[in-house]
């Protein structure tokens, strides 16, 4: 199967055009790309035959808009590293310079805040991951600290969880499953050979 994508601009870019469509395979130790002129405009084409590229599509219309250039800060993210959607139909999002999980409704008005920065209790060393809910629990998980929080929606800390870092080390990703466990990701560490990053392991 051959793929091909396209970019199209100008001095001020107007229109880019993607089509991504790959196949199993390879890639080449280089793109090859031809260029053309179309009414002025410099086409540039990259084969991408037999390399494997996702494709991307361009969404016109959403649902909801949570968010400002300038206003209120609680309006206003930095980068958002993790969002979901609670079972009451809340939408609960993840301030990366915060640290701290912001909940809306269904309409994106803003609610309430749950955790802040720092190390104590209630608190996020890192950007919060939300991992799982239960009824009216929020479950967060802070890679930095390797600690699970849970909080009630309305923004009480109810626990808190340390992992202990062993063998496999820190867990990079995990999520709350359904019967209250949790499936973990973390880096393996090849000890024998050279102590670098090996690979990843669920457990």
């Known amino acids: 199967?051959?793929?091909?994508?396209?970019?199209?601009?100008?001095?001020?870019?107007?229109?880019?055009?993607?089509?991504?469509?790959?196949?199993?395979g390879d890639a080449p130790d280089a793109f090859v790309a031809t260029v053309t002129d179309s009414a002025g405009v410099r086409i540039v084409t990259h084969d991408l035959t037999g390399v494997t590229v996702p494709t991307y599509r361009t969404v016109s219309e959403h649902d909801l808009e949570i968010g400002?250039?300038?206003?209120?800060?609680?309006y206003s993210f930095?980068?958002?590293p993790d969002l979901a959607i609670a079972p009451d139909g809340s939408i609960v999002v993840s301030d990366a310079l915060a640290r701290e999980l912001r909940v809306f409704d269904a309409?994106?008005?803003f609610l309430r805040a749950i955790g802040?920065?720092?190390?104590?209790?209630?608190?996020?060393?890192?950007?919060p991951v939300l991992v799982g809910f239960a009824g009216d629990t929020v479950f967060a998980f802070d890679v930095r600290s390797s600690r699970i929080s849970s909080f009630t929606m309305r923004g009480d800390l109810i626990s808190m969880m340390t992992l202990?870092?062993?063998?496999?080390?820190?867990?990079?990703?995990?999520?709350?499953?359904?019967?209250?466990?949790?499936?973990?990701?973390?880096?393996w560490l090849n000890r024998v050979l050279d102590s670098s990053f090996h690979d990843a392991r669920l457990e």
């Open 116 to 127: 802040q920065a720092g190390d104590g209790h209630g608190e996020f060393a890192n950007a």
């Open 164 to 187: 202990r870092a062993g063998d496999p080390g820190r867990p990079v990703f995990m999520i709350r499953q359904d019967d209250g466990t949790y499936l973990t990701q973390a880096p």
């Open 68 to 74: 400002v250039q300038e206003g209120a800060p609680e």
């Open 107 to 109: 309409n994106g008005a």
């Open 1 to 24: 199967m051959r793929g091909v994508v396209r970019w199209v601009g100008r001095a001020t870019v107007t229109a880019v055009i993607a089509v991504a469509v790959g196949c199993a």
């Open 78 to 80: 930095s980068r958002i």
